[in-house]
């Protein structure tokens, strides 16, 4: 792996453990807690870019800590999530969530990019309908949660890369 590519996996990841931080507090991060976040992300960018300073075992170590807690971050957004969308949408959404989820047991990524083309955009349409319905509707937990979750799926089915989502050019 490359220099760029760590640093856009460690940004991604630093990136996913302060949404699951405000999604776990319920927005009670505070502003230290927060900077400390930053301050330790900037850490890990600059030994990522570093190209004459390899990782030191105990960086290793610690990157391999954070993907491990990453991954089951990543688990909760793709199994738990949706799971969680079920109560508020449309029976339609709710049979593919369970379908995608195999009803809460499965990360929900892998089932769906195994889908046929039609029922992805199907999926990702009904997702995006709910989404805007919530934005109506100023529901700011659910609009949370669906918008890291669509977010998540389109990462996952190669319809953004980790360079869109670092230059915030998803939409």
């Not at 330790?40 to 030994?47: G, Q, W």
Request: charge should be neutral; glycine fraction near 6%; hydrophobic fraction near 45%.
């Amino acid at each position: 792996m490359d220099a760029q590519s760590a640093a856009i996996i460690v940004a991604l990841l630093a990136l996913a453990g302060t949404v699951v931080t405000a999604i776990i507090s319920s927005g009670k991060v505070s502003k230290s807690e927060a900077v400390g976040l930053e301050n330790r992300l900037t850490k890990l960018e600059t030994v990522a870019h570093t190209h004459d300073t390899p990782f030191t075992p105990g960086d290793k170590e610690c990157l391999i800590d954070l993907n491990v807690k990453m991954g089951l971050i990543w688990n909760v957004i793709g199994r738990d999530l949706p799971m969680g969308l079920k109560k508020m949408i449309t029976p339609k959404l709710d049979a593919l969530i369970d379908e995608a989820t195999n009803k809460g047991t499965t990360v929900s990524f892998n089932i769906v990019k195994s889908w046929p083309i039609d029922k992805q955009r199907l999926f990702m349409d009904l997702l995006e309908e709910q989404k805007r319905n919530t934005v109506k509707k100023e529901n700011g937990n659910n609009l949370f949660g669906l918008a890291v979750y669509i977010d998540a799926l389109k990462l996952e089915l190669g319809q953004i890369t980790p360079e869109d989502v670092l230059a915030c050019r998803v939409t």
